[in-house]
């Protein structure tokens, strides 16, 4: 009786399947799904000195880390254009936040000074004077349609730092 069973299950299989295999390989084939693929209105480009000290933007443009800083004891060194926020969408309010390695009691102060398109106008985004100790800091500011906003970096250190290589992060979100 089994094999009987078996036969008729063989038997009905071989109906049922070539129907199930085309009826998947119709809505396969017909399948379809389409989207756009948005880019932010607020990310990252490169700036004059975004090369110079070893700046990399990172995945969608919303984080810039540099790791070569020209760094010097007892001076105050500025980076005129480490990179720029650009904002192609609407007003936007951005947040910029500032993570360091750790500077030790090295670190007098680290600046990050937003300049506008006019390039006289400076606003203090995030300064962190807490003797270098590993810090994130944030701020947020208001950028206007269309704008492209110079990040600048002021980074004083001690008159009796050493010489080892450091590196920041600046992380970029808006709302």
């Known amino acids: 009786m089994k094999k009987k069973q078996f ?3 063989l038997f009905i299989l071989s109906f049922v399947m070539p129907v199930a295999f085309a009826s998947i390989t ?8 389409s989207g756009t693929i948005a880019t932010s209105d607020v990310y990252f480009t490169a700036g004059d000195d975004t090369g110079t000290i070893s700046g990399t933007i990172g995945t969608n443009a919303s984080s810039f880390t540099a790791t070569a800083l020209p760094l010097v004891a007892g001076v105050n060194v500025i980076v005129t254009e480490a990179v720029n926020i650009t904002n192609g969408g609407s007003s936007h309010s951005v947040t910029l936040a500032l993570s360091t390695e750790n500077f030790g009691s090295e670190c007098t102060q680290i600046k990050v000074i937003l300049v506008e398109d006019d ?4 606003h203090d985004a995030v300064i962190i004077d807490t003797n270098g100790d590993n810090t994130t800091s944030s701020t947020t500011q208001t950028i206007p349609a269309g704008e492209e906003w110079i990040v600048k ?7 009796d730092a050493t010489a080892v290589a450091r590196s920041i992060t ?6």
């Open 7 to 9: 036969l008729i299950l």
């Open 26 to 33: 119709y809505y396969l084939g017909t399948f379809s799904m």
């Open 119 to 122: 390039g006289t106008t400076e």
């Open 153 to 159: 970096l002021e980074i004083e250190l001690d008159a």
């Open 170 to 175: 600046l992380t970029l979100s808006y709302t």
